[in-house]
């Protein structure tokens, strides 16, 4: 994929990145647009065809697991994925600015912050970060829903997580909700295996498959 074959669509933004994460999982790396004229024709303008919003685990590289290179993913992370202010804003201007076709929302399996949120319930939660607790909070809402609807497994609170996580983008962020409905962008959200290394789509919105 270079510049001239740069995805367009949402679809072909979706595709090049699960064709990525399938050379990762088998080991058919392509490492493409990662040398050194890459780096330069990158200096004065980026265009990054997708944005991906994930936890920010150390084990979710994502230029690494989609096999892309540099300028090729607007990424913005923190710890479980959660939105805040400077997350719409940072997607937002991916949306607008930069005209990404696709966000990818990705949490993954044994997230700690989630685990901490499970914990936090249970009235297990021995750390003293202000900020920490702030992060539990927001995500606590999600596990008692979850757990309300019989579900106490990690997994399945996180996958509930990225749908409350994307439908809480699309509420609070006119840009994005607009684009989507326009058929301009597509919000995917997945979980990403830690052991296989492949991506399990959640939740869709918008014209992709």
Excluded at 97 to 106: A, H, R, T
Aim: charged residues 25%.
């Amino acid at each position: 994929m270079n510049e001239v074959h740069r995805p367009q669509t949402p679809q072909e933004a979706w595709d090049a990145m699960k064709n990525g994460n399938e050379r990762f999982v088998t080991g058919s790396l392509a490492h493409p647009r990662q040398d050194i004229d890459r780096r330069t024709s990158l200096a004065q303008v980026q265009k990054p065809f997708a944005a991906l919003f994930g936890c920010a685990d150390s084990r979710l590289s994502a230029e690494i697991i989609f096999d892309v290179g540099l300028g090729d993913l607007f990424v913005v992370r923190n710890a479980g994925q959660v939105i805040a202010e400077t997350i719409l804003g940072s997607l937002e201007y991916s949306v607008e600015v930069l005209g990404v076709s696709l966000i990818l929302v990705l949490g993954h399996d044994e997230c700690g912050a989630v685990r901490a949120t499970i914990d936090a319930t249970e009235g297990k939660v021995n750390v003293e970060g202000v900020f920490i607790h702030d992060l539990v909070e927001r995500i606590k809402p999600t596990v008692l829903a979850a757990n309300a609807a019989g579900k106490f497994n990690i997994d399945d609170v996180t996958a509930l997580h990225v749908e409350d996580t994307i439908n809480e983008m699309l509420s609070r962020s006119k840009v994005i909700s607009d684009a989507v409905k326009a058929g301009k962008l597509a919000v995917v959200g997945a979980n990403y295996k830690l052991v296989e290394g492949n991506i399990h789509p959640i939740a869709i919105h918008g014209d992709v498959k």
